[in-house]
């Protein structure tokens, strides 16, 4: 297919040569077919035809969604957007039977998944982590082609999702062994232990489909719950090469798969009203939208990560060697399509323009190209539909007295969206409040402390704050100032979601719930108490409600 996407370069090509040189460069960045090394190579398209819907796996043999790649391929001097696969277009109805099969999988909670001892599941769970790691090449060799990830990017994202994974089941072996003791208060004793609540909706981001599909399904599992898995608009066709695995390993109706129009399949499963739990990474607008659409509000449990636009404040004593490579790592990795990522600096005029020169040099050494170069950092962005937003926002930002402080800034061909530093900022502008979630470094100059603190307080977002200084009492007085407007304050090193076994979550409209390792599973489960006076009777009676004819609790043990 040739390419559809917006072309601002050409735009400029045609009004200046410089501007031709710069789009021929960016060309030569995509790979002609004969240069996409054979490990990489995809030799057939992932055409994905089948579902799995109550353990079956049917052909599927209704529309299917096509997918192209963010990577062109160049032929001459043309781009052609690659297609890569295809995927089922799911129907409304297809949609209501997986949440049928769902429904009887879990069975008001005497389903045969939810009634299994914990060590059963984990059992399954671990199964089903060794069919994936079976499936690696296959996996990471199409998200490649998805979203563009870098390949090393890729592999550690692999082998987080299992280091989380089998962190959780730690501590629900854990949970188990501490719901055996009864509690004794007040006279009272009682057993307190985990259930689960129902059916799961599941929606991962394109960003990190593999992790951050995982470590809310898998859990949500582990914890008793059946699941529907929306996956992502990009990073979908992978989940083709675990249908079998996920039939194998979980009885009928535990796991469900649909794709599609998220609008058409997802918003009937919302109205009506059997999801117990949407576990969903995305827009805000998006998860209030679906959340509303529930007509039983009460029931239904979210477990959100939603925007974020994490500020750096760089303090006038910061050190500039480790403020500059935290700043480009915190900000471009992976083209700046993180949640986490530093979407905006707060830096003290004194240093403002030593630190804008440090951090130019640093970005004009960052490596374009293709995810499978060793040590790239700005690969095609996996939506480049959202280029001409990318755009807006900094011809926005001009438009009001910005200026772009790399040559190459601001330009952009088919995909690839060069690393852009934007300087001279203020708070008219569109850059200073939205989420670019892309390359886009936008510098605030400060003289005041009071700048940054009334942005914390005024964002919509609250999830992490980056602050850089030297001066023990100054950090101190900052982190006080601020602490109550994010949830985490990192402090001479860039934002991030690790390690997962801190909490991560976010203020305001940045999160509901935390995602860490050892309290995901508590956003799947809720508390269910056996409690009795302490009498010879009760304690007869919780001596054998541990047996495990008589009560599941034991056994799980
Ligand atoms: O997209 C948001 C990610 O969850 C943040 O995680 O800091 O590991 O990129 P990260």
Redesign the pocket.
Known sequence: MKKQAYNYFKLQAERNNESKQHSGELTRLFPSESEIPEKFRLNSNLDWQRILINGQITPWKGALTEVFSPIYIRKGDSLDRKRIGSYPEMTPLVASKALDSASRAFSSGKGKWPLFAVSKRIESIEMFLERLENQKENILRTLIWEIAKPYHELEDEFERTKQYIEQVIKVAYQKEKDSLLPRREKGIMGFIHDEPYGIVLSLG?Y??PLF?TFSLVLPALLAGNVVIIKPPKFGVLFFDFLLEAFQDCFPPGVVNIISGDGKKIIEPLMKSGEVDILAFIGSAETANRLINLHPRKNRLHSLL?LGAKNAAIVLPDADLDVVVPESVLGALAFNGQ???ALKIFFVHQKIEEAFRERLLETVSKTSLGMPWMEKVRITPMADPERIPYLHELVTDALNKGAKIGNKSGGKSLESIFVPTVLYQLNSKMRIYWEEQFAPIIPVVSYHDLKEPVAYLSNSPFGQQLSIFGTKTQTLIELINLVKNQVSRININTKC???PDLFPFTGKKDSAHGDFSISNILNYFSSKAVIAARETELSEALFQSLQEPKNLDIKQRS
């Open positions: 981001p960003n990190y951050e990560g993180r949640c986490a991030q979601r690790g």
